[in-house]
């Protein structure tokens, strides 16, 4: 249990559509078929114009540049007071022939020295990083307490060695027992689930989404790829007091984190009425079944 601050960092708009797991092989593929040898050679030359001098990002729309004509991003004009380049002031004029020569480069992925290999246009690369698998997986435990990320491979590690605290359960049916349900603020209880060579993070999250007035969110996610999480369905379940309440959906990958799904609310959401309506002696209860998606 922790008291939590919400990331809004970790915070992905949704992405609607799908395909999104093909898009870096279609770019790539398409570029390598399309582009002979010169176009690749002036599309790069291009590309470096775009360049940020202070942190080697790219300067995407909508474009300004200083009197003299100079170059930054967005997120490192907002820290400075002149130009970088010349010293000269930040003006703000548009550079509306950059902005159009910007629509029609492709850019390399922002996690391209991370291997990888897609060539984007300006307008599908913000939709391709938020679902870019080489992009590095954050700590899948609620809160904004744990600042660690890395490769998936490493993520179990990751909790072994510093969330020792989190127990789990084998097996596809177990009971997550949530204690103190009653305890005040936001609280996050969390739990492990192991069941077809797959690792499973069970959270229940109680917080006041809107003012004054708490609720409870369920969520499992997959230690795996949002391809990985299509492969199961999770079903929640609270029993008791000659009620039932459920909840049946495809888990969420830690990849996107479970964030979204609270706002959206994606996920099994009550009451604390409705929790006390379950509860015993203030712990909650809840069935958790996982199983493969071709069951259903
Ligand atoms: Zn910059
Ligand atoms: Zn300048
Ligand atoms: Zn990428
Ligand atoms: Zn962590």
Redesign the pocket.
Known sequence: MTNKTISKERELPIVSGAGHLST?ITSTSTSSLTAGGGDDCSSTDLTSLFECPVCFDYVLPPILQCSSGHLVCVSCRSKLTCCPTCRGPLANIRNLAMEKVAYSVRFP????ACG?P?VVLYTEKQQ??EI????PYPCPCPGATCKWQGSLDHVMQHLKISHQSITTLQGEDIVFLATDINLPGAVDWVMMQSCFGHQFMLVLEKREKYDGHQQFFAVVQIIGSRKEAQNFVYRLEINGNRRRLTWEAMPHSIHEGFMSAIDNSDCLVFDTSIADLFADSGNLAINVTISPREKL
């Not at 992925?109 to 391209?112: F, G, L, N, R």
């Not at 870019?132 to 992009?135: A, G, I, L, P, V």
Request: net charge neutral; proline share 0%; charged share 30%.
């Open positions: 870096g992925c922002k996690y391209s990888c897609a391709h990083e870019c698998e080489y992009r």
